[in-house]
């Protein structure tokens, strides 16, 4: 099959092959009224399983060129400094707190018995790094129709040990970022953007307008297959600040001291030159380690999808926001019963999902609401953990010193009792948005 070609030649064969099989088997068929309507789906042609099949052909099979690629062109697009690729949204949060507690960040870093503010209503891995490390969560109420954390309430929860705040956009919705940056310049505490719900929002303060995410110290990122863009698992980790990029690398890949490229000596230039704790002089650079960190790397696989998906994402979003305003037209005249979503002031939400809250009044209950829509074929979501605090995992940290709460959690134990997601992702088509409202409306008897 391969005869008299070149290894360049081969490969272009293959990936006419591949994207061949691609448009014979792959592609989506149109969509039939009854068709199961997923909350989240992946997006994709040919172009990211060519990208695929030409990263299986190098069989590098960690970060690589594509890895470098993806970091490199997506920090552009965000307008940040440094971008990091990691192997998951959860790692990415794990890594952006790690480096805050880093010996090199002074009396700013993170120590066990710190403090640092969040919010219950959310997805428990932008709580589970605090706890990991000894930090103390401490728990404020989040806002109805924007589910987001109530900047009102986190003066109340500041404490001389507060050292951060560490908050996600929910469902793409902005939280209010003037309030909180604001908060956090004031009292000197770290920001941490959760923005894996998130990715393509944009936020304006004072004329200036940036993506989300890239507001605060650190922000985060998943590429999981139902997430804004795709790498099947995937995460990033970003920001602006060379210290700080220092510091991801290092809890990223092992704990080195050592900036070395995978599959790369001396990029340093120092590798046996350097005195390091207590190692023998000119100890191998390569195997100091000045953190406790991980190996969190993706591998060229993912990388090269991703480079694929950064392409079509303007697009991507685009197709969010006319799908969430479609939707939110087709539910106004049922806003008797339900409470719509919001977007934040100063905000361009990038909408991961449309949350749909049932008003106390209408005499309606979640479950019979959601089981009514599961039954026409359209999949719903709960707001993640509701109230994470009430979750088994706090069993046996409950009556003790391991968490606290500032205030009341009245909304968060609404949202828990009374609220659920659908989706709008870039793969509906007018015709799914419109059954799903019209699903709805059947549910909710409007």
Known sequence: MFENMTEAQAREKIKEAVAE?????????????????????????????????????DFWLTAGRF????????????????????????????????????????????????EV?????????????????????????????QYNIDVSAIEKALSPRTKAVMAAHTL???FDLRAVKKFCKEHGLWLVEDNCDALGSEYTIDGVKKF???????????????HHMTMGEGGCVYTDDPLLNRLILSYRDWGRDCICPSGTDNFCGRRFA???????????HKYVYSHFGYNLKATDMQAAIGCEQLKKFPSFV?????????????????????????????????????????????????NDVTAYIEGKNVQTRLLFSGNLIKHPCFDGMRGGDGYRVAGGLENTDFIMNNTFWIGVYPGMTDEMIDYMAKTVLEAVKA
């Not at 002074?106 to 710190?114: E, F, L, N, S, T």
């Not at 350097?274 to 191998?284: A, M, R, S, T």
């Not at 749909?356 to 309606?364: D, M, N, Q, V, Y």
């Open 274 to 284: 350097g005195k390091f704790g207590e190692l023998p002089q000119g100890y191998d």
């Open 212 to 226: 989300t995410g890239t507001w605060g110290d650190i922000g985060t990122s998943s590429f999981y297959p139902p």
């Open 318 to 366: 685009e197709r969010r926001r006319h799908n969430f305003a479609r939707l939110h037209a087709a539910l106004e005249c049922a806003e008797d019963k339900l409470i719509l979503p919001e977007p934040a002031e100063n905000s361009d939400p990038s909408w991961f999902g449309f949350v749909i809250s049932l008003r106390p009044e209408s005499g309606l209950k979640r």
């Open 117 to 145: 503010i969040t919010v219950a209503c959310g997805f428990p891995t932008t709580v589970t790094p605090i706890i990991q490390y000894g930090a103390v969560p401490v728990f404020v109420d989040v806002t109805v129709p």
């Open 172 to 174: 793409g919705n902005p």
């Open 67 to 114: 890895a470098a690629e993806f970091e490199s062109e997506f920090a552009k697009w965000l307008g940040v400094r440094y971008a990091r690729l990691v192997n998951s949204g959860s790692s990415a949060n794990l890594i952006a707190f790690s480096v805050l507690t880093a010996p090199e960040l002074g009396d700013r870093a993170i120590k066990r018995g710190d």
């Open 21 to 57: 099989y691609y448009r014979a088997f792959k592609q989506r068929p149109p969509y039939k009224e009854g068709d199961r309507i997923n909350y989240a789906a992946r997006v994709f042609d040919e172009r990211e399983m060519c990208a695929l099949t030409d990263a299986t052909l």
